[in-house]
């Protein structure tokens, strides 16, 4: 396939399985409209790229669902000028889409093959703005720290104690998927000072999250 036919596929995308599906944030829909998912894809699965499925990475990770990507995305409520950090970098696709979106994203991968291979990915296209990382994702990245937005992309027993003291006092944002093995609940927890809101989103399925305020690998 040549470049306008990956980006008819990519309008149909956002059209289809976004836009139609409630997703109203002109920002978002526009960030997902220009990252080229099938980069971030195995050549195997490229085909598949962008249908309305998370498709299979190495070492048991997983790009998600577009329309889930654009749900939590939109859930952060991201201004230009915030920085954001990642858990769970996987292939990067993630990482692009907030790049489009914010000033700084710090990005945090517990597999040093995806990392490098993430960083690798985001640098070519252009992605200047994202730092990778290899480490515990459950624990953050606290020289970075605070963060405006925190985008966890696996499943959480609860939200990841390190990952709240890490967010911005003054209306930092946490996403994250919590719940079991096998099902998890989007929850979106707003710190104001000490104070923590949440609230619950939508149903999914992630990839666990494995870490010291995770699950044991």
Same mark, same amino acid.
């Not at 291979?117 to 020289?143: F, K």
């Not at 719940?179 to 809101?197: K, P």
């Given at each position: 396939?040549?470049?306008?036919?990956?980006?008819?596929? @990519?309008? @149909?995308? *956002? +059209?289809?399985?976004?836009? &139609?599906?409630g997703?109203?944030?002109? +920002?978002?829909?526009g960030?997902?409209?220009r990252?080229?998912?099938?980069r971030? *894809? !195995? =050549?195997?699965?490229?085909?598949?790229?962008? #249908?309305?499925?998370?498709?299979?990475?190495?070492?048991?990770q997983?790009i998600?669902? =577009?329309y889930?990507?654009?749900?939590? #995305?939109?859930?952060?409520g991201? @201004?230009?000028?915030?920085?954001?950090?990642?858990?769970? #970098?996987?292939?990067?696709y993630?990482?692009a889409?907030?790049?489009?979106?914010?000033?700084? %994203?710090?990005?945090?991968?517990?597999? !040093?093959?995806?990392?490098?291979?993430?960083a690798?990915?985001l640098?070519?296209? /252009?992605? /200047?703005n994202?730092? %990778? +990382? %290899?480490?515990?994702?459950s624990?953050?990245?606290?020289?970075?720290? =605070?963060?405006d937005a925190?985008?966890?992309?696996?499943g959480? $027993?609860a $939200?990841? $104690? &390190?990952?709240?003291?890490?967010?911005? =006092?003054?209306?930092?944002?946490?996403?994250?998927?919590?719940g079991g093995h096998?099902l998890q609940? %989007?929850?979106?927890?707003t710190r &104001?000072? #000490?104070?923590?809101?949440?609230?619950?989103?939508?149903?999914?399925?992630?990839?666990?999250l494995?870490?010291?305020?995770?699950?044991? !690998?």
């Amino acid at each position: 396939m040549n470049e306008a036919d990956w980006e008819s596929d @990519r309008e @149909r995308m *956002v +059209r289809s399985q976004l836009r &139609s599906r409630g997703i109203r944030d002109s +920002r978002v829909l526009g960030a997902m409209s220009r990252v080229p998912r099938h980069r971030f *894809v !195995p =050549p195997e699965r490229r085909h598949r790229a962008y #249908t309305d499925h998370a498709l299979t990475l190495s070492h048991g990770q997983t790009i998600s669902q =577009p329309y889930m990507v654009a749900v939590m #995305t939109e859930a952060l409520g991201l @201004r230009r000028d915030e920085r954001a950090l990642e858990v769970g #970098t996987g292939s990067g696709y993630q990482s692009a889409v907030l790049a489009e979106l914010c000033a700084e %994203v710090w990005t945090v991968e517990r597999v !040093p093959e995806l990392a490098e291979e993430a960083a690798l990915l985001l640098a070519d296209l /252009g992605y /200047g703005n994202v730092e %990778v +990382r %290899v480490g515990d994702g459950s624990l953050g990245w606290p020289e970075a720290a =605070p963060f405006d937005a925190i985008l966890v992309t696996a499943g959480a $027993p609860a $939200p990841p $104690p &390190s990952l709240l003291d890490q967010l911005n =006092p003054d209306g930092g944002r946490l996403v994250v998927p919590v719940g079991g093995h096998d099902l998890q609940n %989007v929850l979106r927890v707003t710190r &104001s000072g #000490t104070e923590f809101t949440t609230d619950e989103m939508t149903a999914c399925r992630f990839v666990p999250l494995l870490g010291a305020e995770g699950w044991s !690998p």
